[in-house]
């Protein structure tokens, strides 16, 4: 059974930073993606990045530019560098791991940027 723990959240002040990560226990053999998302009450959950076990990225437009997806592939482990932040980045954060056909989820963290 694969589970993913996040971390790294909180609050900070607008143009501050945080790294979040995202660690997966368990039996992870190949191909995989791990995507961050997040989501704000009322609102659609978003995709904010993505990378491939191969190390290839995707950025969300209003991210971009700001935040760098990367991962420790021997630690199973995803991070996300957000920089610049912004009070529009306020939102609950979540980790998620495509893998064998399925995807696992993180509890997620609260990311918290004041004005």
């Known amino acids: 059974q694969v589970q993913l723990v996040e971390s790294g959240g909180g609050l900070v002040q607008a143009g501050g930073s945080l790294r979040l990560s995202c660690a997966a226990s368990?039996?992870?053999?190949?191909?995989?993606?791990m995507r961050w998302y997040r989501q704000t009450p009322g609102k659609q959950r978003e995709l904010v990045a993505d990378?491939?076990?191969?190390?290839?990225?995707y950025y969300a437009d209003s991210v971009k530019g700001r935040f760098t997806i990367s991962r420790d592939n021997a630690k199973n482990t995803v991070y996300l560098q957000m920089n610049s932040l912004k009070p529009e980045d306020t939102a609950v954060y979540y980790c998620?791991?495509?893998?064998?056909?399925?995807?696992?989820w993180g509890q997620g963290t609260q990311v918290t940027v004041s004005s």
């Open positions: 990378i491939t076990s191969g190390g290839s990225t």
């Open positions: 368990g039996s992870i053999y190949g191909s995989n993606f």
């Open positions: 998620a791991l495509y893998y064998g056909g399925a995807s696992f």
